[in-house]
């Protein structure tokens, strides 16, 4: 079992910026594919970013590329989500995800793809 942390969300004014981290144990995090969802009120979980165990291929949803930037540090167990140029419509709960069961190598964005989850860190985005 994998158990993560997020930290890093909070209050930020529109066009601000917010960098999330997430927290993972065990020994074998550069093992695994790891995600970022967020879930706004009223609305389903969705995806927002994934990146693979080294790090080399991330992917987006559309409407944060160019704006948030996933990335990992395998030694310190954490994968981080940078967030720029923030709009109200970014407010959601964002958890972080981890896949242990096997990586063929793909686009992870569906919710069943991954096996554990964080607690969630609130993102609120004020106009």
């Known amino acids: 079992q994998v158990q993560l942390v997020e930290s890093g969300g909070g209050l930020v004014q529109a066009g601000g910026s917010l960098k999330l981290s997430c927290a993972a144990s065990?020994?074998?995090?550069?093992?695994?594919?790891m995600g970022w969802f967020r879930q706004a009120p009223g609305k389903e979980r969705e995806f927002v970013a994934a990146i693979s165990r080294s790090g080399g291929r991330t992917y987006y949803v559309d409407s944060v590329k160019g704006r948030f930037t996933i990335s990992r540090d395998n030694g310190q167990n954490t994968v981080y989500l940078q967030m720029n140029s923030l709009t109200p419509e970014d407010t959601a709960v964002y958890y972080c995800a981890v896949r242990i069961r096997t990586d063929y190598g793909l686009a992870y964005v569906l919710n069943s793809d991954y096996d554990y989850w964080g607690q969630g860190t609130q993102v609120t985005v004020s106009s």
């Open positions: 065990g020994r074998t995090f550069s093992t695994y594919a």
